[in-house]
């Protein structure tokens, strides 16, 4: 069965502090996408990684997609209290269907 | 101008009790998706309909029956809920190709009690 783990589950972090969030995978996919939500909200869509070695940012945040070892990062650099949220990276597992298995989420709380 | 818009926002009811969700999106998508969330955050998939066909089903009771009248369109009925049933429900679209992500709705809170 395939799996999405994220890690850590919980973390909280100073402000100005830099952090990465790991996303493991259990099987062949080059796709990969991250989400964010906020308490009692909908899922953002952050960033979409379509192949090996595909890094992109947008702010303090950088995300970058290693399909060989079936992982994905997502960096914060100097974190801010506007980041806490709970973040979600989600696998393409699309063979003709476009469906995605979600991570556990990384809950992530910026103390100023 | 909301893109993928679901109806109600909350739903409280009582156990044995059948509801609908229903969700619209305005982004012209092939693809929408019904996705629970549970009270850990975890997101599962439940259906997808592309084009008003079914083309993913997943582990679901039969109590659970979607329906597309338009590709523009996805309900989620709900027969004889059960406490179990709490959760967020949320929709969400793509284009008919991989490789864009999922436009999410503002998701369903639904409470069985």
């Known amino acids: 069965e395939l799996k999405v783990e994220q890690n850590p589950l919980f973390l909280s972090m100073q402000e100005g502090k830099n952090y990465t969030i790991y996303c493991n995978y259990s099987t062949t996919s080059d796709r990969l996408y991250w989400y964010r939500q906020d308490p009692g909200k909908s899922l953002e869509s952050l960033f979409v990684l379509l192949s090996n070695g595909a890094v992109k940012q947008e702010g303090r945040l950088m995300a970058s997609l290693d399909t060989k070892a079936r992982l994905s990062t997502l960096h914060i650099t100097a974190a801010v209290h506007d980041l806490s949220a709970t973040y979600f990276c989600?696998?393409?597992?699309?063979?003709?269907?476009?469906?995605?298995?979600f991570g556990t989420g990384t809950r992530l709380k910026v103390l100023a | 101008d909301t893109a993928v818009s679901q109806t109600p926002k909350y739903l409280v009811t009582q156990m044995g009790n059948d509801k609908s969700i229903k969700c619209e999106q305005n982004l012209g998508h092939d693809t929408m998706y019904w996705y629970k969330q549970d009270s850990k955050k975890f997101l599962k998939i439940m259906f997808s309909?592309?084009?008003?066909?079914?083309?993913i089903n997943e582990t679901v009771p039969n109590r659970f029956s979607p329906k597309s009248p338009d590709k523009a369109h996805l309900n989620l009925h709900i027969n004889s809920l059960e406490l179990g049933d709490s959760a967020v429900y949320f929709c969400?679209?793509?284009?008919?190709?991989?490789?864009?992500?999922?436009?999410f709705g503002s998701g369903t809170r639904l409470t069985v009690v």
């Open positions: 969400a679209s793509s284009p008919g190709t991989g490789g864009y992500g999922y436009t």
């Open positions: 989600a696998v393409d597992v699309t063979s003709g269907t476009y469906k995605y298995i």
């Open positions: 309909y592309n084009n008003k066909e079914l083309i």
